[in-house]
């Protein structure tokens, strides 16, 4: 089941979860989300780093954080990035194939586990939030999704 809650995405992560957030496939964190996570979990970057020359849009890499028992997802749901307010870096087919793909995983490895993300797509890539929340709702709130997928607004 989807639920949508406003703060800060890293507030809410518990142990066990998976925590997935939006990247470039420019091999770059810069900024917004994929910034925090490069600081707050270098080997997440370095997974990110290692694997973006191989990996193409829709895919994604994921990186188990054993002092946080946490799961990263560095997903790739934009080509390129950059700070033009007029242009929707967010690819929003990229977008569904990643969740659908972390859904299945969640689903048939980790099935105790919630997915938490911020608005993948909304933030600094500039996707438009009902078009978000439609991929969002169509991939999480059907009766084969996992239990627990937590939406996090920034605030």
Known sequence: ?????????????????IFVHGCNCMGVFGRGVAQDVKHKW?????????????????????VFIPYDDIFVVNALTQQ??????????ADYDAIRKVFVDISTVAISFLPSSRIVFPFVGAGLANGDKIKLLSIFED?????????GVLVVQLE
């Open 1 to 17: 089941m989807l639920s949508i809650v406003e703060g800060n995405v890293f507030d809410q992560l518990r142990p066990g979860d």
């Open 42 to 62: 270098p080997e997440a970057y370095h997974a990110y780093k290692s694997s973006v020359r191989g990996y193409r849009l829709g895919e994604y890499s994921m």
């Open 80 to 89: 390129f990035y950059g700070s033009n307010k007029s242009i929707v870096y």
């Open 139 to 147: 991939v999480f709130d059907t009766e084969e999704s996992p239990e």
